[in-house]
Every structure is written in C-alpha cells, then in structure tokens.
C-alpha cells in the first residue's frame, strides 16, 4: 500500500495539504500519516541575559519564572499540537481516506523527515509556513530544507487546493527529470489524467530528440501525452502555460545543472515554485 507522510503546521496550507494527501491516497488506495513538528523554539526560551544588576534574588525569582514560563509554553505547544493532528486526521476522514494516523515530535522538522521517510512513498508539505500571511510572496524556510534532505518524491502543496485532473511535466532531458518520468509511468498517482510535457530550448536536434523520446515512453505506457518545445526564459514559458491552459498539477526534477531545475530549489531564486500557483511534485 502507497504511504503517504504529509507535513503540517499551524498555517492555513495544512488544509490545502490534507485535502492534496487525501485527493493523492483515494487515487491509489494508500494511508496518510500527519505529522505536526514541535520546532525548538516552540518549547523552550532561549537563555536569558541575566547579566547586569540583579541581585542574587532577584536573579533566582526571574529565572524560576522563567522556568514556569518555558514549562507553560511547552505544554500549551503539545496541546495545540494534538488538536492540529486530530483535525487533520477528521478531515481525512471526512475525505473518506481509510487509513490515518498521526504522530507529534519535537525537534527539527528535516530531523524527522529523516526518521520517517524510509517506508513512505511520498512527502507532503506546503508552499509555505505559518508566517505566510506575513511572508506573502516567499516560500517557507523549511521547504527547501525538506527537498534537500529527503530522498522520496514531495508534493508542494499551494495554498488552496482543486481537483486535478491536467498535469504538465516539465522536463529537460537530466536524471531527476528522467527520474519523474519513470515515476509517473509506474505509480498509478496521475494514471488517466490529461497529461502534457513541455520543454524549454532549442526546436530542433538533441533537445527534441530526448523529449520526443520521454513522451513515447509515457504512451508506451499507456498515457495520452502532448509535447511542446517552446523558446524562452523557463519560468516564464513554463509559469504562462501553466496559467493559460489551466494546468492543475507541475511535474519536474528539483536538482540539476540545468536553469529550469536550479530556479526551482536553489540559493538563487525560487522562481517556479512562487510562480505557479498550484502544487507542484518534485524530484532529485
């Protein structure tokens, strides 16, 4: 059975996350586990300066209220925790999702990704955190953490989600693009959907050669698959076709040396990613 580890906080992305994970595990018959990350800073204070002209008493009264403080802190974080996780898990339900469970951790949230991920098949996380009201236009801190750090295919979730049932692969002929092709033939997540490849470069000779290649392989496979190959800057083509067609889904490599999959996961920008405005499936 296809498992699914879907990340939430406290951020109207959780939502759009459950209602992905639930769309995602009904396609395949699999199970959702959610896990809601305690950050460091959620549970405890950091040390206070209590340098300066406390007495001795004083110093001992503010660091004992600092300590009930912390402790009040810590629990109010698990309480809400908990109810974050149970209202994600009724949602699910509700989404008719047979299989649910949950799990509440401390510590950093790539630390758990690296403790669960072995007997997922897919991540889930949104485009953004709880600062997303405030952040409006930045992507989460933690989001290009997790890509780094996980070996398994991740699904970024956008703000609201809508039935997908139109795909676009962008592809560009390198092994984590080659990689989300082969994921695609195999797993039976975006079977039967309207599905369409675009690449950005050169109309004629190599370019043209692998694409036509990896859209055969989707056919071969069973996919009624459209090719293009337009000319451009790739955020730009890319982000109007997505926007102009109505696609409801972006399949691509997150890592490479090619401009496409660098502007989606790198020190530069993250261009793709804030540009299109639907979820998008990630591979390295």
């Known amino acids: 059975m296809t498992k699914i580890l879907a990340f939430i906080d406290g951020s109207i992305y959780a939502q759009s996350v459950c209602d992905l994970a639930a769309w995602a595990a009904n396609r395949v018959s699999g199970s959702v586990e959610v896990l809601h990350v305690l950050g460091r800073r959620q549970v405890a204070s950091a040390p206070a300066d209590l340098s300066g002209n406390l007495n001795v008493d004083e110093r001992d009264e503010l660091l004992t209220e600092l ?4 402790e009040q802190r810590s629990k ?7 109810l974050l996780l149970d209202e994600a898990k009724a949602r699910l339900k509700d989404a008719n999702v047979k299989e649910v469970s949950t799990k509440l951790r401390n510590g950093d949230i ?5 403790e669960f991920e072995a007997d997922a098949d897919l991540l ?3 485009k953004r955190g709880e600062a997303a009201d405030f952040a409006k236009g ?3 801190s933690n989001l290009e953490r997790v890509v780094r750090a996980s070996h398994k295919p991740i699904l970024v979730a956008a703000r609201a989600f809508r039935p997908i049932s139109r795909v676009l692969i962008a592809y560009d002929g390198g092994a984590s693009a080659n990689k989300a092709v082969e994921h695609v033939i195999r797993d039976p997540l975006l079977r039967g959907l309207d599905c369409e490849m675009l690449m950005v470069g050169a109309r004629e000779g190599e370019p043209r050669f692998h694409l036509d290649a990896a859209a055969g ?9 459209q090719s293009h ?15 102009k067609d109505g696609i409801d889904l972006l399949v691509m490599g997150a890592y490479g040396h090619t401009r496409i999959r660098n502007l989606v996961v790198g020190s530069t920008t993250t261009a793709m990613i804030q540009r299109c405005k639907i979820p998008v499936l990630l591979f390295r």
């Open 138 to 140: 930045h992507l989460g």
């Open 67 to 70: 300590a009930a403080l912390d």
């Open 124 to 126: 889930m996380i949104g």
């Open 110 to 114: 790539v630390e758990a990704v690296g």
């Open 76 to 82: 109010l974080a698990l309480r809400r925790g908990r």
């Open 217 to 225: 392989r989707l056919r071969d496979a069973g996919f009624k698959v």
């Open 229 to 243: 190959l337009l000319q451009g800057s790739p955020e730009e083509v890319i982000g109007d076709k997505v926007e």
